[in-house]
């Protein structure tokens, strides 16, 4: 397989990004049912249909090299976006071998790796990369092994340590979140990360992810996909930088509305890595404006009924309220009633 | 992603009277994944006409991607595990595993780390010890044996942390008095015990009695091995009828009859698979963590990933 690159799109300033049909058609809509309420919608994360975003470990798509630039800009500007305590070294060293291996094998003609003992050569053809090095020797890398990997991997990443039936976020790269802070969440245990979110723990969805997680498996990992909705295509909506994108809530009208808000989806993935005992949290995030979802009439029909069906309190979490009745709106003519049935495809 | 992998005996040695050590390499092409200090694999084995599943800790080296060691005791009430281990198991035999877990993880923010080793419990402590040293961390180990022909770990240990071993030979009337070793210690001290249950209780309640916090006394579980007792099941709508063996869970015996259930995490965690119990002429086994205690009280629901019934037979409105 070949990936057209679009080395030259942005997710700040002018906008420049854009989606491909091909890429609308696989983006993971992720809404089944017309209500969305929380649960634990965790499953195995094993090879999905070919061409989707599940066919692979890692997902990378047309948005690769031009996403890796606005990593590179956002950590220019605050390197305190990629952060590791000491005693998550093993992790870190565990999380660049997942992805290299995991990489190398999904898409060899773009990604290739070389093991000669602890001598390891790696090939990043897109980003234009060689790098010799010994593994487990941090000094034979440009910069520690799990800022170095995750510079070229798509989707912000958390490395979990588990000890005292917790688990601790005491790794992070994080430059494309949904308005929540590595500085501020680094150290802290699941159920003090989760504390934010309304109604999920008077259901008791954190309790019964935390103990299933703990005895997640090495070599079977599993998904779940989260949403919200970002005003323009942009990666880097941190509290740090509020001020640049938090106003562009205020600029959405009827009239484009369609370009301005994009569907936000992570397809959440969590390893547990071998020689740490620690488990990679990926946050794979995906946007698609609402005139791309309009493409395929079923989800725009399917994302109008969640939206107007959705409790006011997730609204708010998700910072959707000023303009949530401007979607509804422009979506409504979308609307014909028809039943859906339940699932998450096009057509 | 396999649940299971296939393994070969490579070696088998007797290290002292009922302790054999086996070396295991993966069947075919291909190397171990590494794993933590402190995991364990299960082994199944072929003991009659179900496999027969029971959990080792790997001894050595964690980054060994060719060799794992386990070292097994004969337990002569066992229910025939290592009974077979030691009488019927021989180099180039081929047995299933499933990969490496770890319930005794060490604690990587701790500051000092004691382990303690009680006969054939020296085994996750090896690994463990190993850990440790790689990373150079602050360690000592204390290592309880009967006698000193038992002792069968005790170089290894010495080579991994010269001078920080501390031997108590039972046959010398040498043993490890809790109280003390625990006493005074600097905080940030993990404590981590794997041997005999009066051993383990007795240390615990050492460390309790001196203030210790939970969160920094260990000692070794495993996971309980997938599966359980064979029982029967109906399938009321699709009219079914089948044994669900002892090996498979009650969810993946309905799928092998080709029969569409609901699932999703396969863990006992989301909701998804809950089906409606018509009957249970038995004892309904619920492992999951979803159902409310009224749920389970009531008998009219199972999650069929991880729950089962004991003995009888199960009628599913499926």
Known sequence: MSIAFKPDETFRGDYSYRNSPVAIRRFPFPFPQDQYMYSVNIEPHTKGPAGSVFENAFDIDEHYVAEMRDRAITLERDPGRCMSLPHMIDAEWDTLELIMESLARDYPDLFQLHRDGARWSWINRPLGLEQTFTFGDVATLPCPPFEYITRQCQGDFVIMDQRDNDLWADSGMITSQADWSLMFDVGMSFKEWHGPVPLAHDMGIFERALKYLLMLQQGRPVRRLNWTMTINPRLDTSPETYPEWGPDRTTVTPDNVGDKVHLRVELQGLFRLPRSNGMLFSIRGYLASLNDLATHPRWAKRLHRVLTTLPNELAEYKGLVRYRQTAIDWLAKFDDGADLGTGTQPE | ?318
């Open chain 2, 1 to 318: 992603m396999s649940a299971s992998m296939q393994v070969e005996i490579t070696r088998i040695r007797d290290l002292a009277p009922g302790i054999r050590e086996f070396s295991l390499s993966p069947a075919g092409e291909g190397s171990f994944p590494v794993y933590s200090g402190g995991s364990h694999i299960v082994l199944s084995l072929p003991l009659g006409a179900r496999p027969h599943r029971n959990a080792y800790s790997l001894l050595g080296d964690p980054n060994e991607r060719h060799t794992w060691r386990i070292a097994v005791r004969k337990q002569e009430d066992s229910r025939g595990g290592s009974r077979w281990l030691h009488e019927q198991a021989r180099e180039g035999m081929k047995l299933d595993i499933a990969p490496p877990m770890n319930l005794f993880p060490l604690v990587r923010t701790g500051r000092r780390h004691i382990l303690v080793a009680g006969g054939i419990g020296v085994t996750p402590i090896l690994s463990q010890a190993r850990e440790l040293a790689r990373i150079g961390a602050d360690f000592e180990v204390h290592y309880a044996y009967r006698g000193p022909e038992f002792g069968v770990f005790s170089d290894e240990l010495e080579a991994l942390a010269p001078g920080r071993v501390h031997h108590y030979v039972q046959s010398r009337r040498e043993q490890i008095e809790f109280r003390s070793l625990l006493s005074g210690r600097p905080l940030g001290t993990h404590f981590y015990i794997c041997g005999p249950a009066g051993m383990v209780a007795a240390s615990m309640e050492a460390g309790h009695t001196l203030g210790w916090p939970e969160s920094h006394l260990h000692s070794e579980q495993f996971l309980a091995p997938a599966g359980g007792e064979a029982f029967d099941v109906k399938l009321a709508k699709s009219d079914k009828q089948f044994t669900v063996p002892s090996e498979l869970s009650l969810l993946e015996a309905i799928e092998q009859q080709g029969v569409d259930a609901p699932y999703l995490c396969r863990g006992g965690a989301c909701g998804q698979c809950e089906l409606e119990v018509l009957e249970a002429s038995g004892e309904l086994l619920h492992h999951d963590l979803y159902l409310s205690a009224a749920e389970r009280a009531s008998g009219r629901k199972i999650m069929t990933c991880v729950s089962r019934l004991k003995g009888g037979c199960l009628t599913l409105n499926l």
